[in-house]
């Protein structure tokens, strides 16, 4: 296997799990709060920090997962989706001891596509940017 397509599904695997992490912050803050709509917490809790976790973990460790600015990340990008499917199925079934429904991954999916579009933006600023290779980077 090209080892580059290792450190993109590795990535992908890294950031659906902090994705379903951030999912899962916003669960339990729904029910520290005690809202009726479950959405209007749980929602704007996983976006903050789902970007927040992976945009940590691809600045953070951009020396170590290898991968080039521009070309990888939409590849991680598209990779997420069935690499989430194929994490969350599994552990929704074990966790409940049902398969879980086309609606609970599409909205996992939801989410995916929220937080990656802003994360994958704001990360690869970052990297160009602490990289030199950024316009706002270029001496005046």
Sequence with gaps: ?????IFILANA??????VFGAVAVGFF???LLGVR???LVQVPIALISGVAAVVAWLVGTRR?????VDRDYIVVFLAVFPVSAV???PVHYVVTG??????NVGALWGIQFAVNSIALVI???LVRRASGNHPSAAPR
């Design 13 to 18: 695997a890294v950031i659906s799990i902090l």
């Design 98 to 103: 049902y398969l879980t429904s086309f609606g």
């Design 37 to 39: 709509d479950q959405t």
């Design 29 to 31: 803050a729904y029910g």
């Design 87 to 89: 994490i969350w199925v």
């Design 123 to 125: 990360a690869a600023s």
């Design 1 to 5: 296997m090209n080892r580059n397509l």
């Design 64 to 68: 170590v997962n290898r991968l080039v």
